[in-house]
């Protein structure tokens, strides 16, 4: 509904308005290089589940202790940034998991 | 200074992007229907496979060499090359987009880019591979004719490292002497051996020559690339790009065709495809085109034909259109023939807003409108193919549909494709 009425007096809040929250503002924050993945298996480490989605970001660095994608064996698998280990791909930013029967 | 960036074998890329253990194999991506090799990586260039190529020529070859073989996956190479101009535009602000795997840059006026545009070159081409995972080689000139020629040396010299900046006046030479004439932008392959034959064999070449000389020779174009050639600007910076001038669909069919029903549902439903890409323009049509065609490789009896239809008033319904290519198609048909191809091509487009109508007819159009507003706002909702004409036949028993045997996840636009992420440790599956 518009906010701004056609008939009658525009509303005192018209100079208040903000845009509703959207999620893609709070897990993206560089549109050009997030990727969205899917977990193949479970970490109970970092409560993943096998099907949860990563967001990944390629443009940030890891930081240690951090959670990242790398190249292992020419597949894709994550690594949790405490040792030295194979090229990032690039790094977990968020995870989501949608319940199906909440 | 215009800079050009070009996507290097984006296709192949774009494919190796999730799928690391790719990243030194060779890779070809082939056309609809899996027809010809339409992108190389640089193994499979190595291996002396054209662009272009049949593919049914090259099976044996590349199985032999252990080739990992795509069918072309559009929805995945149009998301990454949008990241991929969404991160130039993080860093030029005037991008112009040519292709889905090249963009003109306009650097003029970015001190940095001015004080050092090579430097400049390799923080763009850093973060374009850091971001998309996508290897780019950036060429610079003061036109977009140098700034091309400059690219084609960024990609094919190694010691570039993917970067050129094409030197300004007489120190141009040396680099303009190492590209063959059918390699300027604007001249193609077409009118090369027509250069060659008048003794002018590279770009150097094509710089000196007289403009008038060219121009009677010639056409006013190949001028203009002279000139380029010799840093005065002829194509401008443009950000926008021009709307299309036509609108084609085509497809090679899966199997032959030989009914003249199965024929009719293909031109239907290209009919219709072609009219929504026109309505999504805001454009109308005044000619439209259709041609059927045999299979040129094949031994059996070859037929090709075409017929055009000029619309009084230029039109963008589906109705008329549809109607329009199956006349066509009437005309043209041949029966005995397994066809291989066939498309709808619009042209001579207008501003769909700015045609005249027919006195008569504005309640009849007013109600066209808002049928095909509203064929397209369902297409666009519930996914396309939702809503169609009945010539076009049902989905599942269309016989010429798109042979797309190889064809990867579309990894970036749908929840239930994306890439599989492995948990720490374990030992990868074959």
């Not at chain 2, 990586?41 to 190595?46: D, L």
């Not at chain 2, 006013?220 to 926008?240: D, K, M, Q, V, Y």
Request: charged fraction near 25%; glycine fraction near 8%; aromatic fraction near 8%.
């Amino acid at each position: 509904m518009s906010s701004r009425s056609t008939t009658g007096f525009p509303s005192h809040a018209d100079p208040f308005r903000e845009e509703p929250l959207d999620l893609n503002s709070l897990l993206i924050s560089n549109r050009a290089s997030t990727f969205l993945m899917r977990s193949a298996g479970s970490i109970p480490g970092w409560s993943i589940e096998e099907g949860d989605i990563l967001v990944v970001d390629r443009s940030c660095d890891v930081r240690r202790g951090g959670l990242a994608v790398v190249t292992r064996d020419g597949r894709l698998a994550l690594w949790e940034a405490t040792r030295d280990g194979a090229p990032v791909w690039g790094t977990v930013r968020a995870i989501v998991r949608v319940l199906r029967h909440g | 200074m215009f800079a050009l960036c070009d996507c290097n074998n984006f296709y192949a890329s774009c494919e190796r992007l999730f799928r690391p253990e790719l990243a030194s194999r060779p890779v070809a991506v082939l056309s609809n229907n899996d027809g010809c090799v339409i992108a190389r990586s640089s193994e499979v260039k190595a291996l002396g496979v054209p662009m272009g190529a049949p593919y049914f020529k090259e099976e044996g070859r590349f199985r032999h060499f252990g080739v990992e073989v795509f069918s072309s996956n559009y929805p995945l190479y149009e998301n990454i090359s949008r990241r991929v101009t969404e991160t130039l535009r993080s860093m030029v602000p005037d991008v112009e987009i040519y292709s889905i795997d090249e963009a003109f840059l306009h650097v003029d006026t970015l001190p940095p880019a001015m004080a050092d545009p090579g430097g400049f070159c390799r923080e763009i081409r850093e973060r374009v591979l850091r971001w998309t995972g996508i290897p780019v080689s950036i060429g610079t000139g003061s036109t977009k004719t140098l700034a091309k020629a400059a690219n084609r040396i960024a990609k094919r010299d190694p010691a570039c490292d993917g970067v050129f900046v094409m030197p300004d006046g007489k120190g141009a030479d040396v680099h303009l002497g190492s590209i063959d004439i059918g390699d300027v932008w604007g001249v193609g392959f077409r009118n090369a051996p027509k250069f060659r034959r008048l003794g002018i064999r590279t770009a150097k070449d094509l710089k000196y020559t007289d403009e008038e000389w060219l121009k009677q020779r010639f056409t006013i174009g190949e001028a203009r690339t002279s000139r380029e050639l010799n840093g005065r600007i002829c194509f401008p910076f443009a950000e926008t790009p021009k709307p299309r001038k036509s609108i084609r669909v085509s497809r090679s069919f899966g199997e032959p065709v030989t009914d003249v029903h199965t024929l009719r549902e293909a031109v239907s439903s290209f009919a219709f495809s072609a009219a929504e890409t026109l309505r999504g323009e805001g454009s109308a049509a005044s000619k439209l085109h259709l041609f059927i065609t045999t299979n040129p490789f094949g031994r059996e009896p070859r037929y090709a034909n075409a017929a055009s239809f000029r619309f009084d008033v230029p039109t963008c319904r589906n109705t008329e259109i549809t109607g329009r290519a199956l006349a066509c198609l009437e005309r043209v048909y041949s029966g005995g023939y397994a066809y291989k191809k066939a498309g709808v091509i619009l042209t001579d487009l207008v501003d769909a807003s700015n045609v005249q109508r027919h006195l008569y007819s504005v309640e009849r159009d007013r109600r066209e409108e808002t049928l095909m507003k509203t064929i397209d706002r369902l297409n666009l909702e519930l996914g396309r193919g939702a809503i169609f004409t009945a010539s076009m036949g049902i989905e599942g028993r269309r016989s010429w549909g798109m042979r797309r045997g190889h064809v990867s996840p579309r990894y970036t636009t749908h929840w239930d494709e994306l890439p599989a992420v492995l948990p720490p440790g374990e030992a990868p599956k074959q």
